[in-house]
């Protein structure tokens, strides 16, 4: 018997899709993205979810809920992960190239779209910034709970005093071959302590380890060693557009640290966002703020597309 691939009921269970499709990437990679929104033809906004390592398009099903009724909503599964099958081109540029493919698949020639990144998926937008084709289609940004360089030495997941010790110990943790088996108990205390922040749910945990668990342990060590070295701090600067910025007060794996840099590196920042006591899954952990902001963006900047 297959195990889900997410959580089948309750606010985190992924809504059922409008439409799905492939988009092929520059070097052949197959993504699988899905689109939500009105099916009777209805003008409306989009918006691009990108989600973070280990996750899946199932990782924004509250966003995806809550906007598919007056957006038109494009999530995609990051290559390896979700439905998109693993390749063997693991780079910030490979990101790069996936999420042009999407937004050439899923847009039309000049249409503008809030894109909203979480974790790996705003490391994606930094690293896409500069093209082109992003440049055309983004309107506005929402990054969550991401950082653009030195995402092992900032990470408090290890807890000791910063410094060589704690950075080779979070790498050896986070890149970690290990399978991380069936979701236990244990489990789930040790994703909670990672990745969120202490008074998250039981609902919110295991809508969580369920999606990350599904990763393949080959494609979750081969994206770690990508987020080691990532070094993405020249691309903020290229993303000139209005941008706000999310993050949790106990994030252990993107700290503040990373929020307040990005904040005060970024052309054009028109919000930032501490949540008190929340961790790294803030698009989980605080679904109706996330929500909301990217509404608010969608509002203000995205041009109208005809429904899905």
Avoid at 140 to 148: E, K, R
């Amino acid at each position: 018997m297959s195990v889900p691939l997410h959580v089948t009921s309750g606010p985190y269970a992924p809504p059922v899709a409008a439409r799905e499709l492939t988009a092929v990437s520059a070097d052949g990679a197959r993504l699988h993205v899905e689109v939500h929104g009105p099916a009777d033809g209805t003008p409306v906004p989009t918006v691009v979810l990108a989600h973070g390592w280990t996750c899946s398009t199932a990782f924004w099903a509250a966003q995806i809920r809550a906007l598919a009724a007056d957006h038109r909503v494009v999530a995609y599964d990051q290559r390896g992960h979700g439905r998109s099958p693993a390749n063997p081109l693991c780079s910030a540029d490979a990101l790069a190239d996936d999420l042009e493919a999407v937004l050439a698949a899923t847009l039309a020639p000049g249409e503008k779209a809030v894109i909203a990144g979480h974790s790996m998926g705003g490391m994606t937008v930094f690293a896409a910034a500069s093209r082109p084709a992003f440049q055309e289609h983004a309107a506005a940004v929402l990054l969550c709970s991401t950082g653009s360089s030195r995402l092992v030495a900032e990470s408090t997941v290890v807890p000791l005093r910063a410094g060589r010790l704690r950075t080779g110990l979070t790498g050896r943790v986070l890149g970690s071959r290990a399978p991380l088996g069936p979701v236990t108990p244990v489990a789930r205390r040790i994703l909670k302590y990672a990745t969120m922040g202490p008074g998250s749910s039981p609902a919110m945990v295991e809508a969580c380890a369920r999606i990350v668990h599904t990763c393949p342990r080959a494609v979750r060590h081969a994206w770690s060693r990508v987020l080691d070295t990532l070094e993405l701090d020249h691309a903020v600067r290229e993303l000139r557009m209005p941008v706000e910025v999310i993050v949790g007060t106990a994030d252990r794996m993107t700290p503040p640290v990373h929020a307040r840099a990005l904040v005060a590196a970024l052309p054009n920042c028109i919000g930032s966002h501490e949540l008190l006591g929340l961790g790294h899954m803030t698009p989980v952990e605080a679904p109706e703020l996330v929500t909301a902001r990217i509404r608010a963006l969608a509002a203000t900047y995205a041009t109208v597309k005809e429904g899905a």
